[in-house]
């Protein structure tokens, strides 16, 4: 009885400890199905996730994007409408791209997928179209994604190639005339003194008056007569000749397989289709140089330099007359322009001899007086005429400009050689003997006697002759007006001698 419980017994507690093993066991491996499972959904939403993302970018780039084997037949394809200008999606699935790509492009691409293939390594193919007249630029990337797949990123890189061909161009044109510049004269200097281009003529050119059109019109004004010469010079010389501005108002032409007679001819075109342009009556006018490399031994530079010394004597011996013709004309044109100028420039020269002979100048003097008198409103040629015609009185920033035809008349006239002193006299003659007037605001005895005696004259002429927007007064009511601003506007002195002489008419 003993043996017999002893032996249900254990098989009784073996029984109890194999149910409790087995529990276990399934608890340990319903643990391990649920942890594999959750894993395995963790994996699974990080796969989503990553496929989203990658679609995300995918759509996200604007290159065209292909998948192609390895003899470039389109596996797949995406794009948006018309980019790169290829072909709709049905009409390029399954043909090769290279069979798509211009020239020898195609073959290109087929060598880059062979490379990749090869070595698995990134190559790049570029190629170009054109596309209603409009050229584009585009560059493929090419990278392996499987056994015998490749991935091919196409970009359109046609403002890449834009800026580059700008700035390429900038680098050798100048900016305002798109003439080549100083740098592309040094490289074409050396890349044509060959002997095939014997002879080989250089023809240097200078603008003449360039800096009296910049001081009277201003720079815009001067950049437009720069321009101008630069197409009579197109206009003039052939595709193969080097055309260049060195700078300012500097000009320089290479011309390969040109003896010096016929660059003389040249130069004879040129002047006369620079006589054709005209900048407020002025013609535009150019001092020239040339000389001719004959033979290999020649120094190209010496060459240069005889040009350049012939421009330097022509400009040295034209440029003065030149300037005083600019004057004549510029004055001209303003005369013809308001005929009440040249009235007034007529009288008050008038009205200042007579005091400066009053009051004992001598010849040189008075001529000089009669001159700067004559010249005393030149600067107006670079005043709007909406100013000076302008019916009524002129508002402040109208006035402020109006008054800078002293300094314009002063560049003007101290451009020329010999009209210095004249020059001073017309820079003066709106100061103040209290030294409230215009443009340095001096007084008293600082301003130039004969600017005081063209400041009377041109005064009393304004008020006696008929004027836009002011009465016009009597000799007497001028005069009365002139003593009221003695030792204010008018030297005291010379008008009181003025007022007497004008009493006595």
């Known amino acids: 009885m003993s043996a017999l419980f002893s032996l249900s017994g254990w098989w009784l507690v073996g029984l109890g400890l194999t149910v409790i093993l087995g529990t276990l066991a399934i608890f340990i491996l319903n643990y391990l199905v649920n942890a594999k499972t959750k894993a395995l959904y963790e994996i699974n939403e990080q796969l989503r996730q990553t496929q989203s993302q990658n679609k995300a970018i995918i759509n996200a780039i604007p290159d065209v994007i292909f998948i192609l084997d390895n003899e470039s037949r389109v596996l797949e394809y995406k794009s948006d409408e018309q980019a790169c200008h290829f072909p709709e999606r049905t009409l390029i699935m399954g043909r090769k791209l290279s069979e798509q790509l211009p020239g020898d492009s195609g073959r290109a691409l087929v060598e880059a997928i062979g490379r990749v293939l090869s070595i698995n390594d990134l190559q790049t193919v570029n190629f170009s179209t054109t596309n209603d007249g409009e050229d584009f630029h585009y560059e493929i990337r090419l990278m392996r994604s499987g056994k015998n797949e490749i991935v091919a990123l196409c970009r359109d890189m046609t403002p890449q190639y834009k800026s580059l061909e700008n700035i390429k161009y900038l680098s050798y044109h100048d900016q305002l005339t798109g003439l080549y510049n100083r740098y592309m004269f040094e490289e074409e200097f050396k890349r044509l003194d060959v002997s095939r281009n014997f002879p080989l003529s250089i023809i240097m050119a200078d603008v003449n008056g360039l800096k009296l059109i910049n001081d009277c019109f201003g720079h815009p004004v001067g950049d437009q007569l720069l321009i101008s010469f630069a197409d009579a010079l197109k206009k003039v010389f052939r595709a193969d000749d080097i055309i260049c501005r060195l700078g300012g108002d500097e000009f320089i032409v290479i011309l390969p397989q040109t003896t010096y007679d016929e660059a003389e001819r040249l130069i004879d075109r040129i002047q006369k289709s620079c006589g054709e342009v005209k900048f407020f009556e002025l013609s535009l006018s150019v001092a020239f140089g040339v000389a001719t490399k004959q033979e290999p031994n020649d120094a190209i530079k010496e060459v240069m330099k005889y040009a350049e010394d012939q421009m330097y004597k022509r400009k040295l011996f034209e440029g003065p007359v030149v300037k005083e013709q600019m004057v004549e004309k510029l004055l001209v044109s303003l005369f013809e322009e308001s005929p009440v100028e040249k009235q007034h420039s007529d009288t008050v020269a008038l009205y200042s001899v007579q005091l400066g002979e009053a009051i004992g100048l001598n010849e040189t003097e008075l001529e000089t007086l009669r001159q700067a008198a004559v010249y005393h409103d030149i600067g107006k040629i670079a005043i709007p005429k909406a100013i000076l015609e302008k019916q009524g009185q002129l508002m402040e920033e109208e006035m402020e400009q109006l008054k800078t035809h002293a300094d314009i008349g002063y560049r003007i006239l101290s ?57 016009v007064l009597n000799a007497g009511e001028a005069l009365e007006e002139i003593e009221r601003y003695l030792g204010i506007q008018f030297d005291p002195v010379l008008g009181r001698k003025f007022i007497s002489l004008h009493a006595k008419m």
């Open 415 to 471: 451009s020329v050689n010999g009209m210095a002193e004249c020059a001073d006299v017309v820079l003066s003659h709106h100061e103040h003997w209290n030294g409230k007037g215009y443009p340095k605001g001096i007084s008293g005895d600082e301003i130039p006697i004969l600017s005081r005696i063209i400041s009377l004259s041109d005064a009393f002429a304004a008020m006696t002759n008929e004027r836009l927007y002011k009465p």
